[in-house]
Nanobody, 120 residues
Framework: QVQLVESGGGLVQAGGSLRLSCAASGSRFSINVMGWYRQAPGKQRELVALVTSGGNTNYADSVKGRFTISRDNAKNTVYLQMNSLKPEDTAVYYC??????????????WGQGTQVTVSS
């Protein structure tokens, strides 16, 4: 079992920056992919950014050039640096991890979500 703890959300003015963090903990697991999704009111959850264990990244077109995802493998932590924030970035941001467990199998895990609100 993998537990995820997120931090860093909040309220910011348009054009501002925020940094999200998500730390994974548990026992006997190996993380394959870490990333972030978001869900705005009345909309479906959507991908924001992913990073593999090898450092390959994938971003939604809407955040390219503004957001940067990174990870610290030693700390099992993923970060999302969000710059030039826009009101349309307002959403609950969810940490995502795909991990393999020693007992067998690969599973998806989600954080509890952190609110990001961008005022115009």
């Amino acid at each position: 079992q993998v537990q995820l703890v997120e931090s860093g959300g909040g309220l910011v003015q348009a054009g501002g920056s925020l940094r999200l963090s998500c730390a994974a903990s548990g026992s006997r697991f190996s993380i394959n992919v870490m990333g972030w999704y978001r869900q705005a009111p009345g909309k479906q959850r959507e991908l924001v950014a992913l990073v593999t264990s090898g450092g390959n990244t994938n971003y939604a077109d809407s955040v390219k050039g503004r957001f940067t995802i990174s990870r610290d493998n030693a700390k099992n932590t993923v970060y999302l640096q969000m710059n030039s924030l826009k009101p349309e970035d307002t959403a609950v941001y969810y940490c995502y991890v795909r991990a393999s467990v020693v007992s067998g199998g690969t599973y998806d895990y989600w954080g509890q979500g952190t609110q990001v609100t961008v005022s115009s």
